[in-house]
């Protein structure tokens, strides 16, 4: 079975600051890996997404994830956060053929002035 | 594109009572449905997966008697959560894929608020 670990609860940043979420997943397999994003009171939104290739994968709003098959991990990244990208940040795994998602604690990302 | 409607957004109701909330799938075929719950301050837990000619697949600690639910075509399934309490407030998400394809298209949720 599929597992996912956030080990950040809470980041906060300065706005102009660079980013890095934590994600390290659980899977025997190729997983299929995602970070999604919530804003409060609303669903999520996908930010990028990994099923193969490029480890580094590209997503909106200049968010990037990289997939390390050695360290198990799908960090997220962005250069220059904006206060704007404050929110709850979910990183997901699906195995290959299992349509279920297994989703990570989630972390609550603040960007300060 | 792909999307994901679902109804009600928000809704309230008394302890002990029902609640039916409806996903629909535009753009796609939605063969496969997973509706999770999000209870506050946690993650999101997967209550089931709904896959159309098969039978629906309950999480452990959700069962059909608590939480039917319907797809009865390629672009609609519905849920209710039936003798509502307070453990069951939170935000429903269904989540919907098409074929052979893992993504699955998220709609924004029902928030269940239970008095």
């Known amino acids: 079975a599929q597992s996912v670990t956030q080990p950040d609860a809470r980041v906060t940043v300065s706005e102009g600051a660079s980013l890095q979420l934590r994600c390290k997943y659980s899977y025997s397999g190729t997983p299929y890996l995602f970070w999604y994003v919530q804003y409060p009171r609303q669903g999520l939104q996908l930010l990028l997404k990994y099923y193969s290739g490029d480890p580094v994968v590209q997503g909106v709003n200049g968010f990037e994830a990289e997939f390390i098959k050695s360290n198990s991990s799908f960090h997220l990244r962005k250069a220059s956060v904006h206060w704007s990208d404050s929110a709850v940040y979910f990183c997901?795994?699906?195995?290959?053929?299992?349509?279920?998602?297994?989703f990570g604690a989630g972390t609550r990302l603040k960007v300060i002035a | 594109g792909a999307l994901v409607y679902q109804y009600p957004r928000r809704t309230i109701c008394k302890s002990g009572t029902s609640m039916r909330m409806e996903c629909q799938a535009v753009?796609?075929?939605?063969?496969?449905v997973a509706w999770y719950r999000q209870s506050p301050q946690k993650t999101f837990e997967l209550i089931a997966l709904?896959?159309?000619?098969?039978?629906?697949?309950?999480e452990q600690n959700f069962t059909q008697e608590k939480f039917p639910i319907s797809h009865p075509n390629l672009s609609f399934s519905s849920m209710t959560v039936l003798n509502a309490y307070l453990e069951d407030r939170g935000l429903y998400l269904c989540?919907?894929?098409?074929?052979?394809?893992?993504?699955?298209?998220f709609g924004p949720g029902t928030r269940l608020t239970v008095l």
């Open positions: 709904s896959t159309v000619n098969s039978a629906i697949k309950y």
């Open positions: 753009g796609f075929q939605a063969t496969s």
């Open positions: 989540g919907a894929r098409e074929g052979g394809w893992d993504e699955q298209y």
């Open positions: 997901a795994v699906s195995a290959t053929g299992n349509y279920k998602y297994v």
